[in-house]
């Protein structure tokens, strides 16, 4: 979800917390989904994740979503990682 000021913070309600962990193993791949449609406010907007993160190593569409991919060692994505 968005923290109100254009950036994205881990949403944690249906999720895992270890999914959200700094320690990734190197190589780890991680995928962030945003909409291609204006949502819900707890969806993540594509300009949003792209402000946070910066552009994806890979991207792909499927039906409304776009399905951005990081590596996990990428220091922009462990920023927004729990500790």
Not at 8 to 37: H, M, N
Not at 52 to 63: M, S, W
Request: one cysteine or more; proline letters at 11%.
């Amino acid at each position: 979800m968005s923290d109100g000021q254009g950036k994205i913070k881990p949403f944690e309600w249906v999720a895992k917390k270890a999914w959200y962990q700094p320690k990734l193993p190197s190589g780890t791949r991680v995928f962030v989904l945003a909409c291609d449609v204006p949502q819900p406010p707890d969806f993540y907007e594509e300009p949003d994740v792209i402000r946070t993160l910066g552009e994806p190593k890979e991207k792909y569409h499927f039906a409304s979503f776009i399905i951005n991919v990081y590596e996990g060692s990428d220091e922009k994505l462990c920023s927004i990682l729990l500790p």
